[in-house]
């Protein structure tokens, strides 16, 4: 039986003690699940990620991550939830002095990985998102989709067990953004990733028909239901073979709770 990976009981959600952004959210999402994140601007979907990544703690109500109650958490036992998940927010949060490189390099480091398997990822998972050429880069050099791209990378390096994404495919075209949501779909099959994708994009979900939670008047309904996406004929993918590149990185992770 899989397990609840994410589970919120009657949570609330405010800012500055306000109304309600989110009130009396309860849902359980297992382990390795996939879910588009959608509604309307402001209805609380950045909100709710948030929440899931402890980053804003709920006004009432509990929640739980990995079994574990958040509320009854030091800030150490956090941190050590977070290395757990990754986050790719809207507005990139790259770090302008260091080049794409070490930007993705970043997590890998504070993980004690070595310099020469460093490398060997980066390089990998740059040629991945379709940046390689750009590792000596600064990120004020390249367009907004370049960086979602890099931010993209720097999540996705780390084999996280849950992902949250925040519209990563809003500033990108149509084959870059089925090369992210390939990526995406793969990271789910291979490493059973917990994946929620917030996104506004209709096409993207109805070319990519994972269940959707929709937050609407401050509360989150679900619907739809996970279909055999190995089976689907009807999307083109123009991008490298996913499971060469990720059946190397899969290898290197292997290590990854002894770095």
Not at 89 to 114: C, K, W
Not at 154 to 176: F, H, K, M, V, Y
Not at 177 to 191: G, W
Request: charged content about 20%; hydrophobic content about 40%; aromatic content about 8%.
């Amino acid at each position: 039986m899989t397990e609840t990976t994410i589970s919120f009981a009657n949570v609330s959600a405010n800012y500055d003690n306000k109304h309600d952004v989110l009130s009396d959210v309860s849902f359980n999402i297992s382990g390795g699940a996939f879910y588009f994140l959608t509604g309307a601007s402001g209805a609380g979907k950045t909100t709710l990620l948030r929440l899931i990544y402890q980053l804003h703690k709920p006004a009432s109500g509990t929640i739980k991550l990995f079994g574990r109650d958040c509320g009854e958490l030091s800030r150490d036992d956090i941190s050590a939830l977070r290395q757990k998940m990754a986050i790719v927010f809207q507005e990139y949060s790259l770090i302008s002095h260091m080049t794409v490189f070490d930007n993705i390099a970043l997590p890998l480091r504070v993980r004690g990985f070595s310099n020469d398997k460093i490398k060997k990822l980066v390089t990998k998972t740059l040629e991945w998102v379709g940046l390689g050429k750009y590792a000596n880069a600064y990120p004020m050099e390249l367009s907004g989709g370049q960086q979602q791209r890099v931010s993209v990378a720097r999540a996705i390096i780390i084999q996280p067990s849950i992902l949250l994404a925040d519209e990563p495919t809003g500033n990108l075209d149509d084959e870059n953004a089925s090369r992210l949501m390939e990526l995406f779909i793969q990271m789910n099959k291979m490493f059973g990733t917990t994946v929620i994708l917030a996104t506004h994009n209709k096409k993207l979900m109805e070319t990519y028909k994972f269940p959707v939670i929709m937050v609407d008047n401050h509360h989150v309904a679900f619907s739809g239901i996970n279909s055999d996406l190995s089976n689907d004929k009807t999307r083109k993918w123009k991008g490298p073979q996913p499971q060469n590149v990720f059946s190397e990185i899969s290898k290197q992770f292997e290590v990854i709770g002894k770095a």
